[in-house]
C-alpha cells in the first residue's frame, strides 16, 4: 500500500505545482456547480435521456428513514475504518466509508445525499479531527457527495453490474470523479498546509483511497442493489418518490416505479406522513439540545484549557528564570561552546524540554541555548514567528505570548504550538537574552479532542435512539390512525363491512367508535339505496345503450367525413336555402356568419373563371340532362385556390319538379398536386437515366480510344499511300492515266470507310431521346465489332460470330441497342484478361426464338461468374472490377427492358459467361420507357 502511495505522490510530483494549483481551483468551481444543481434537485439524465431538467422529491416514510439509515452507515463504516491502517501513519481504511456514501447516493436517493455532508462531518468529529477544520472544509463536505452524484447520474436509475453497459456508465463516472474530487481536496487544503503538501501528499492520498473505493464498487452494488430491491429501499423502483421534467416544460415525463410513460403515471403523495410529522420536530429538539450542550461545554473547556496553558507557561518561564539565576549565581559558567552546553542540559532537564522546547536567544535571534538538538523544524518555526512580533529593536515589553503552525508531510500533520517569550539579563556577563518556552496544543487539548471524539459519538447515539424512541411512539399513536385511514379506503372500494377495532388511548378510541357508528349507519343506507336503484339504472341502461349506439354511429359518420375531407351539403331548390354542415365551411374558408344561406352564396367563392361551368352543371342536372358531378375552384378568404369535386343526387315531387338537391363536396386539391409531383418525378427520373446511359456510352468510348484512333488510321494511311501513287503516275510523261484513275478510286473508297467510322462514332456519342424504327441487329452487331476489332485484337480476344442470315428486322432505338452489345463485349474481353491457359475467344449469336423475337448471345471464355454473386450483377452500383462504376449491366437491363425484351446471364461451356438478351420484331411494339 506504501508503495501505490508513493507512486501516486511521484506522478503528481512530475507535474508542475502551478499546474495543479490552477487544477485545483477549476475542480473546486466544477465542484460548487455539481453541488448547487445536486443538493438544488436538477439533473442531468431525463428518465434514460441525457438533458438538463429538475426532479421533484417526493416525502414518504422511507424517504425520511433513509436520512438516518445514511447517519448510521456512514458513522459506522467511518468508526471501523478508523482501526484499519493502509499505510502506517499515515492512511486509514477510509475507502469504507467512502464507499457508504457511494451506495446511498445511488440507492437510496436525494435524502441520503442532504444527509451525508453532516453525517461525514459528523463522523470525522469522531476520528478526531479538529472542529476549526471543519468549518474551514465546509464546502468540501458539500462538493464530495456532489461528486458522487456524477455516478447517480449515470446509473442511479440501474445499477445493475450483470448488464455489461453498467460497467461502461461506471468507468466514466469514475474517470469524472478521480478527475475532481482529489484535486479539489488539495485546493481546499491549502490554506491548513502548504500547496506542495496538499497537492502532493493529500491528492495522492486521496487518489489512492478513492481508487479502492471504485474498485470496490461493482462488487458491493452486486450485493446490495437485489437487498435494497428486496426491501423497497431502493429509489428508483418505489412508485412516485421522484417525477423528472425538462427544465422550462411543466409536463412530468419520468417517474420513479412507472417509467417514461405517461399514461402510467399515477397520483405523487403531497403530504407529510403523520409519523413523520410527529416524531421530527421530537428529534430536532434531541439534536438541538445535544448538540448545544456539546457546543457549550466544549467551548467553556477550551477557555479553561487556554488559560491553563497561559498560567503553565508562565510559570515554567520563572521557574526556567530562578534556576539560570541560581546556575549563573553559583559559579560563573565557562565561556564557548562549554557554557552552550552547560545551558543546554540545563533545559533539556526541565519538563518543557521534555514535552515542548526551550530556548535562550540573544537579542540578534542568535540561538545561546536549546533543549532540542540542533537543526530542531519546530524551533526554527518559533524563532521566525517570534521575529515577526518582535521586529529588529527585540522584545517591546517584557513578555510576549503567541502560536505557530508546524506543518510535517509524513506523516501528514499540522500542529499548533503556544509559545510564550520573556527577557532576561545575565547581569554577570552583561548580555541580554530571550527565554522562549513552546508547548504543543495538543499536550494542554488533548482532552478536549477526545471530549469532541465522545460529544460527537453521543451526538450520533442520540440521533440514532431519538429515531428508535421517536418512531416507536409514532407508531403506537399513529396506529389506530393508520387502521382507520385503511379501513376507509376499503369502504371507498365498495366493503361497508369493515370496522376498527378500540385502543387503550381514551381519545383515538372514541374517534374508533365513531368511525364505526358511521360505518354502520352509512352500510344500512347504502342497502337501502341499492334496491330504489335497481329499477331505475336498469332503465337507464337501455336509454344510455340507445344513446351510445347513436352517438357512435354519428361519431364513425364524422370520422369518415373529416378523413376524406367531405363536406354535406343541402339545397332547397324552391327556397333558394342552402344548408351547409362544419365541414363545408371548412373546405371554402368561410366563416358562418358570413354565410348567407343561398346558392348565390356559393357561387361568390368559386373563382369567376369557373363560375359559368359550375351552375351550368347545376341547371343540367335540375333538367335531368345528367347526374350533377362538377369540379372548380374556390378562392379561400386567406387567398389560397382549392380544387372542389362536388357529387349530388335530386330529389323531386311527384310532378317530377326538382325540390332538393343534396349532395358532398371534396377537396381533391392535394390529390391533384400529387398526381402532378408523379408525373414529374417521372420524367425527372427518365432523363436521369439518359443521361446514366449517355455517362455509360462516352466512358466505353473512352475506352475504345484506341482502337477508334487505329480504325481510322487504316483508311487514313490508304488514303495517302493511294495519293502518292496517283501523283507518281501523273509524274510520267506521259501520266499513265489508267493507273491514276484506280489510284483516285482507292482514295474515295478509303474515304469512304474512315467517314463510316466516325458516323457510327457519332451516332454512338449523341445525346439524344429514344428514336425507335426497324433495324438490322446484325449489321448492328457487326457495326460495334468494328468499332472494338483493334481493341480486342489489342487483347488477344478471337471473335467468332453465328449470324442468323433470316433474321428479321427489329424495332428499336439502334444507338441504345449498340450500347449494350459494346458494354456486353467490351465485359467479356475484361474477364479473359487474366486467362492464360486457353485461348480467348468471344462468340456473338444472333437467331430467333420460337416466340418470334430476336435473340442475341455473347459468350466469352474468361473465369465466369461466382453463383453467389450472380443474382446481384444487375444491381446498380454493383462491381467486380477494382476500377467499375457498377452501372453498365444495370444500363443494360434497363434498356432491354424499355425495349420490351429481357436480359440475363448464365454460365458458359465450359468456361466464362454467357450474357443473353431478347428483343421483339418489328411487328410487335416496344414497352413505353
Known amino acids: 500500500m506504501t508503495a501505490v502511495v508513493a507512486w501516486f505522490e511521484a506522478l503528481l510530483s512530475n507535474i508542475p505545482l502551478p499546474m495543479l494549483e490552477v487544477w485545483g481551483r477549476f475542480a473546486f468551481v466544477v465542484g460548487l456547480f455539481l453541488a448547487i444543481c445536486a443538493f438544488g434537485g436538477f439533473t442531468f439524465r431525463i428518465g434514460e435521456r441525457w438533458g438538463f431538467g429538475r426532479a421533484r422529491q417526493g416525502w414518504d416514510a422511507k424517504a425520511f428513514l433513509s436520512v438516518p439509515l445514511t447517519f448510521v452507515l456512514i458513522i459506522a463504516t467511518g468508526y471501523i475504518g478508523s482501526f484499519i491502517v493502509l499505510v502506517p501513519g499515515a ?29 461525514y462531518g459528523l463522523s470525522d468529529l469522531i476520528e478526531g479531527v479538529p472542529p476549526e477544520f471543519l468549518l474551514a472544509w465546509l464546502p468540501g463536505y458539500f462538493i464530495n457527495p456532489a461528486c458522487f452524484w456524477i455516478a447517480h447520474q449515470f446509473l442511479g436509475k440501474n445499477p445493475d453490474f450483470r448488464m455489461t453497459g453498467t460497467w461502461w456508465r461506471y468507468l466514466a463516472a469514475a474517470v469524472l470523479f478521480m478527475t475532481l474530487e482529489p484535486m479539489l481536496w488539495g485546493y481546499e487544503c491549502s490554506d491548513q498546509f502548504p500547496s506542495g503538501i496538499s497537492y502532493h501528499s493529500i491528492t495522492a492520498a486521496l487518489l489512492f483511497t478513492t481508487s479502492i473505493t471504485w474498485a470496490m464498487g461493482p462488487v458491493a452494488f452486486l450485493i446490495a442493489l437485489p437487498l435494497a430491491r428486496r426491501f423497497e429501499w431502493f429509489w428508483a423502483d418505489i412508485p412516485g418518490r421522484v417525477r423528472e421534467r425538462a427544465i422550462g416544460s411543466s409536463e412530468w415525463v419520468w417517474e420513479s416505479g412507472r417509467g417514461e410513460a405517461p399514461g402510467n403515471a399515477g397520483p405523487v403523495q403531497e403530504g407529510l406522513p403523520i409519523r413523520i410529522f410527529i416524531f421530527a420536530p421530537f428529534i430536532a429538539l434531541v439534536l438541538v439540545m445535544v448538540g448545544a450542550t456539546a457546543i457549550v461545554a466544549l467551548q467553556t473547556a477550551d477557555d479553561d484549557a487556554q488559560m491553563l496553558a497561559t498560567r503553565l507557561h508562565q510559570a515554567m518561564s520563572a521557574n526556567i528564570r530562578l534556576q539560570l539565576d541560581d546556575y549563573l549565581a553559583r559559579s560563573p559558567p565557562p565561556a564557548g561552546v562549554q557554557r552552550e552546553d552547560a545551558l543546554d542540559s540545563l533545559l533539556r532537564s526541565q519538563a518543557v524540554g521534555t514535552n515542548g522546547r526551550a530556548v535562550i536567544l540573544d537579542m540578534t535571534g542568535r540561538t545561546v541555548a536549546s533543549s532540542a538538538s540542533a537543526g530542531d523544524p519546530v524551533v526554527a518555526n518559533a524563532i521566525a514567528a517570534l521575529a515577526k512580533r518582535t521586529g529588529p529593536s527585540g522584545l517591546s515589553a517584557g513578555t510576549t505570548e503567541f502560536q505557530f503552525d508546524h506543518v510535517t508531510a509524513k506523516p501528514l500533520s499540522r500542529e499548533t504550538w503556544l509559545t510564550y517569550a520573556t527577557a532576561y539579563r545575565d547581569h554577570g556577563a552583561g548580555h541580554d537574552w530571550i527565554l522562549m518556552t513552546a508547548m504543543p496544543e495538543a499536550f494542554y487539548l488533548a482532552g478536549l479532542r477526545k471530549a469532541n471524539s465522545r460529544s460527537a459519538m453521543v451526538l450520533a447515539l442520540a440521533l440514532v435512539l431519538s429515531l428508535v424512541l421517536g418512531a416507536a411512539l409514532a407508531s403506537m399513536v399513529t396506529a389506530p390512525l393508520r387502521q382507520m385511514a385503511h379501513a376507509t379506503r376499503t369502504m371507498a372500494g365498495g366493503d361497508l363491512s369493515v370496522r376498527v377495532p378500540g385502543t387503550k388511548l381514551e381519545e383515538l378510541d372514541a374517534l374508533a367508535e365513531s368511525f364505526n357508528a358511521m360505518a354502520a349507519k352509512l352500510k344500512k343506507s347504502f342497502d337501502d339505496l341499492i334496491g330504489e336503484n335497481s329499477t331505475r339504472k336498469s332503465r337507464e341502461q337501455e336509454l344510455k345503450e340507445s344513446e351510445t349506439r347513436l352517438r357512435l354511429s354519428e361519431e364513425r359518420l364524422k370520422l369518415a367525413i373529416n378523413a376524406a375531407s367531405l363536406g354535406i351539403w343541402d339545397w332547397n331548390v324552391e327556397q333558394d336555402r342552402l344548408v351547409w354542415d362544419d365541414s363545408m365551411f371548412r373546405l371554402y374558408g368561410v366563416r358562418k356568419e358570413e354565410f348567407s344561406g343561398a346558392s348565390e352564396a356559393w357561387s361568390r367563392c368559386l373563382v369567376p373563371e369557373d363560375v359559368a361551368r359550375a351552375k351550368a352543371d347545376v341547371v343540367a342536372a335540375l333538367r335531368g340532362d345528367r347526374e350533377f358531378s362538377s369540379e372548380f375552384k374556390v378562392r379561400r378568404a386567406d387567398g389560397a385556390i382549392r380544387i372542389i369535386r362536388g357529387v349530388a343526387q335530386i330529389i323531386r315531387n311527384a310532378d317530377g319538379r326538382p325540390v332538393r338537391m343534396v349532395g358532398i363536396n371534396r377537396d381533391i386539391t392535394d390529390l391533384i398536386n400529387a398526381e402532378r409531383e408523379r408525373v414529374r418525378a417521372n420524367e425527372a427520373v427518365h432523363a436521369a437515366q439518359a443521361e446514366l446511359a449517355q455517362v455509360a456510352r462516352l466512358t466505353t468510348m473512352g475506352e475504345l480510344a484506341a482502337s477508334i484512333a487505329h480504325e481510322i488510321s487504316q483508311p487514313l494511311a490508304a488514303v495517302v499511300s493511294f495519293g502518292n501513287g496517283a501523283l507518281r503516275w501523273l509524274a510520267q510523261d506521259p501520266p499513265n492515266l489508267g493507273e491514276t484513275k484506280a489510284a483516285l478510286k482507292g482514295v474515295v473508297e478509303a474515304g469512304n470507310r474512315a467517314g463510316e467510322v466516325l458516323v457510327r462514332i457519332r451516332e454512338l456519342l449523341k445525346h439524344r431521346k429514344p428514336e425507335y424504327a426497324s433495324l438490322d441487329v446484325n449489321e448492328a452487331i457487326r457495326d460495334v465489332l468494328a468499332l472494338t476489332g483493334s481493341a480486342l485484337r489489342s487483347r488477344s480476344v478471337a471473335v467468332q460470330t453465328i449470324l442468323a442470315a433470316d433474321l428479321p428486322l427489329a424495332l428499336g432505338d439502334r444507338v441504345q441497342l449498340q450500347q449494350v452489345i459494346m458494354n456486353l463485349a467490351m465485359n467479356g474481353a475484361d474477364a479473359m484478361g487474366s486467362v492464360t491457359d486457353r485461348p480467348r475467344v468471344l462468340r456473338v449469336e444472333s437467331k430467333v426464338n420460337g416466340e418470334g423475337s430476336i435473340v442475341v448471345k455473347i459468350e466469352d471464355s474468361g473465369t465466369g461468374i461466382e453463383e453467389a454473386i450472380r443474382h446481384r450483377i ?22 432491354i427492358e424499355a425495349h420490351g425484351g429481357r436480359l440475363w446471364a448464365a454460365s458458359g461451356t465450359p468456361h466464362g459467361t454467357e450474357f443473353q438478351f431478347t428483343i421483339p420484331g418489328s411487328n410487335r411494339p416496344p414497352m413505353p420507357a
Open 91 to 119: 492512511q486509514t481504511f477510509e475507502s469504507l466509508k467512502d464507499l457508504a456514501v457511494l451506495l446511498s447516493v445511488i440507492l437510496l436517493g436525494y435524502p441520503a445525499l442532504i444527509t451525508i455532508p453532516f453525517a
Open 874 to 895: 444487375f444491381d446498380p452500383l454493383f462491381t467486380t472490377k477494382p476500377a467499375g462504376m457498377g452501372v453498365g449491366l444495370s444500363i443494360c437491363r434497363r434498356i
